[in-house]
């Protein structure tokens, strides 16, 4: 397939792809990184694209899938330096709390960080990837009535997330 034909699916998909990146990252800069490289890999791979296999927003989470998956690796054995050899030591984690903003609502975010792994990567390809049940049970290997219990009971803890932190509005004087 030419490379024109690729800048249409670049045009078309990147705030797609970038939506799943912001559901699962804790930077801006983070989520525009893997979604560069999620680009780049498809690009070396377009020339394989099967389109009878999978539409190609779900074949391009599914690589964006396996870079989160390779990120996190990677990033799990940074983590492992001891606090006494960062520069700064252990005031270097005073400002460890300051989190970039993302773009999503402080409430989204809090519910978000209630789900466990599975459920926020499937929150992430339904509404930051825009996929539909069966394209992300096709991405993932669910099947389909998984794919919507997880959704379901992940949308249901994540509404009581958000109305626990709401403050509770005045009560009118009787």
Do not use: C
Not at 125 to 138: K, T
Not at 145 to 152: E, K, P, T
């Amino acid at each position: 397939m030419p490379a024109r034909d690729f800048s249409a699916v670049y045009d078309e998909h990147v705030w797609q792809v970038y939506g799943f990146f912001s559901y699962r990252m804790g930077s801006r800069a983070d989520a525009e990184d893997l979604t560069q490289k999620t680009f780049e890999r498809a690009l070396r791979s377009w020339s394989r694209y099967d389109p009878s296999r999978a539409g190609v927003g779900t074949w391009l989470l599914a690589i964006a899938r396996n870079l989160l998956v390779d990120h996190f690796r990677a990033d799990r054995s940074a983590r492992q330096q001891p606090l006494h050899e960062l520069e700064g030591g252990y005031e270097a984690l005073a400002g460890a709390t300051d989190r970039p903003d993302l773009g999503l609502e402080p409430d989204l975010e809090r519910a978000l960080a209630s789900l466990g792994v599975r459920e926020r990567e499937i929150i992430a390809l339904r509404f930051g990837g825009d996929l539909s049940g069966p394209e992300i049970a096709e991405a993932t290997g669910l099947s389909l009535a998984n794919v919507q219990q997880i959704l379901s009971r992940s949308l249901r803890r994540m509404r009581i997330a958000i109305e626990q932190a709401e403050p509770s509005a005045p009560q009118p004087d009787s």
